[in-house]
């Protein structure tokens, strides 16, 4: 018999009653029932019972075993006793009566709690990370990313894609994000830097003529924490194909997508093909956000001409600017005056002055508004928003550039709070049609507003002719509950149009050739039209697993002052690492 184990823990049946097994794993728990000890063996497989009386030379063995132990059991597989199986494990029809038990390591008191699901604090929990992956919830999420990976690559080879692995050691680059720098001993003074996305190199093997290209990539940038990122380092399926347009790259991926998601949903709806497309600006003006959560049947309503020269002159004086508008959140089910007073103390909590209702009982509209405005403009919003009894609407004010993020919040916080938001599904769509630039008012100047490798709308013609600002891209993203899931564009092959769209956000072709002189030389010798996108793993992981951050679905992740607290990174260097490196450290003052 092999030295540690016939069988798994999560391998016996009913139909190895009556056979001898050797199992080895962690003690889960010890139940001792007078005389009659009951172990809950835990593998990476499953868990086993295994009974151990007073009649067996283990038994001595056995009493001396603590939670997350490691213990070798011999013996005897038979049903459990009527009345007694676990219908919830695979192997709960059948136990092992132990012939002997060998401790083969013992565990000293646990930092982390092992059995069950307790809320520990998270900076212990990552320091411990490999006792808080034995917890059954976490190490399930881990698995079913290990699957949900095996399943895109099966997808994307099927659908006629090629792996391929792209440098890690590669040159600074513009993506967003600060870099993280290595410094290079044979070259003193220079450094690599960690791709923050293979974004160049998968456009130059379009290039090089492979044609359809994907990669699980790892990407680095050294930004502050977000809540839907993780910090330092993260995971994406990142793509390319030539000669495409856009609706190729949506009728290639939108099957993968879909159907991970169907294979690990749970059962939960999945958005059929073809999704909806939803133009960036619509997206803005309907749900607040460029990421909407479909789940949520609000869309917001622009209804300024209500409020034009109507006596709530808070809202008719600041129509009188031509940037301002009013918005209306439809409430289906809020019309209530503590509902209504309830989202005004929500948005005086997120920095607001308060959000302006109307809520309608026995036909007619009620609150500071409806009193204001009087019964026939009142009327014409209910009929506007098609709302009635029963309901409410919230209005948010002044210029959209400013307010439609809290709007979308408030949008959120309504279908949340009225229970409109179906939470039981999956719902997808493209959003289309991003500005290619937008301007920023601090540096007072135009800036890329996405990609700045995405082919303009109307190509060299408008860089040349129409106002930056009004550009739109071939730039698209899929958003799905609220999170954006995936990005990418059809991509700027011109050399003159490149150079021209660098120009407008402030770079020169002296700039474009020193930083991006790679993709400038490969535009040079026949470029094939291309696009692609890149989908984030940990994102999608995340959703497919309810899981509350990504932390949960990543096996070592850092906290959130990026430091992996498990191996102590970052670390300080010694002073030989940073002579052969050429470096002198120039830390700032406390």
Not at 6 to 33: E, F
Not at 144 to 153: N, P
Not at 285 to 301: E, F, H, T, V, W
Not at 373 to 386: S, Y
Request: with cysteine.
């Amino acid at each position: 018999m092999h030295a540690y184990r016939s069988h798994t823990c999560g391998a016996l049946r009913p139909t190895d009653i009556g056979a001898p097994t050797r199992l080895s794993g962690w003690v889960h728990r010890v139940r001792d029932h007078g005389g009659v000890l009951f172990i809950d063996l835990r593998d990476h497989y499953g868990m086993t019972q295994i009974v151990c009386d007073s009649d067996s030379k283990g038994f001595s063995a056995a009493n001396l075993l603590r939670a997350e132990w490691v213990a070798r059991i011999d013996g005897r597989v038979r049903a459990r006793p009527p009345g007694t199986e676990n219908n919830e494990l695979p192997t709960g029809a059948v136990e092992v009566y132990a012939d002997d038990i060998t401790v083969l390591s013992q565990s000293e008191e646990l930092p982390v709690p092992v059995f069950g699901d307790l809320d520990y604090p998270e900076d212990t929990r990552l320091k411990f990370r490999f006792l808080d992956l034995r917890r059954e919830k976490l190490h399930k999420n881990i698995m079913t990313r290990v699957a949900v990976v095996d399943s895109m690559r099966q997808r994307m080879k099927a659908a006629g894609f090629n792996e391929f692995a792209t440098p890690i050691l590669t040159a600074s680059s513009p993506e967003g994000a600060r870099d993280f720098l290595v410094p290079s001993r044979i070259h003193p003074g220079k450094f690599y830097a960690l791709p923050q996305a293979p974004q160049q190199y998968k456009q130059l093997m379009m290039m090089a003529g492979f044609d359809r290209y994907f990669q699980i990539a790892p990407c680095f940038r050294d930004e502050d924490p977000r809540a839907d990122r993780l910090p330092g380092e993260f995971y994406q399926l990142d793509v390319e194909m030539s000669f495409v347009e856009q609706e190729d790259v949506f009728a290639a991926m939108e099957p993968v997508i879909r159907g991970v998601f169907e294979e690990f949903s749970g059962g939960r709806a999945v958005t059929p093909s073809p999704w909806p497309r939803i133009p960036y600006a619509e997206s803005i003006a309907k749900y607040g956000s460029d990421k909407p959560d479909l789940r949520n049947p609000i869309m917001m309503q622009d209804v300024s001409e209500h409020f034009r020269g109507s006596n709530f002159k808070v809202f008719a004086r600041m129509l009188e600017d031509p940037k301002n508008r009013i918005w209306a959140i439809p409430a289906k089910g809020g019309g209530s005056r503590a509902v209504c007073d309830r989202m005004n103390s929500w948005a005086q909590s997120e920095g607001q002055p308060g959000l302006g209702y109307v809520f309608w009982k026995e036909g007619a509209g009620s609150g500071p508004i409806a009193n204001n405005i009087g019964p026939e403009r009142t009327e014409a919003i209910r009929t506007t928003l098609a709302v009635g009894d029963g309901d409410a609407a919230f209005f948010v004010a002044g210029d959209p550039e400013k307010f439609y993020k809290f709007a979308g919040l408030a949008r959120t916080k309504v279908g949340e709070d009225l229970n409109l938001t179906d939470k039981n599904r999956f719902e997808f769509a493209w959003i289309v049609d991003f500005p290619m630039f937008e301007w920023n008012e601090e540096e007072k100047k135009v800036d890329f507003s996405h990609n700045p490798f995405s082919m303009p709308q109307g190509g060299l013609e408008a860089l040349k002719t129409l106002d930056p600002v009004t550009i739109k891209a071939f730039q698209y993203d899929i958003a799905c509950n609220g999170f954006e899931l995936a990005s990418g564009g059809i991509r700027n092959h011109k050399p003159e149009s490149m150079v021209k769209a660098f120009e407008i956000a402030g770079y020169g072709e002296e700039t474009v050739i020193e930083r991006f002189g790679g993709m400038y030389r490969a535009f040079q010798y026949g470029a094939p039209p291309h696009g692609g996108m890149a989908a984030g793993v940990d994102r999608i992981v995340m959703l497919l697993c309810d899981a509350q951050n990504l932390r949960e679905v990543a096996l070592f992740p850092m906290n959130q002052k990026a430091e992996d607290l498990l191996m102590g990174a970052p670390s300080e260097a010694t002073p030989k690492q940073l002579r052969e490196l050429h470096i002198r450290l120039n830390l700032p003052q406390d």
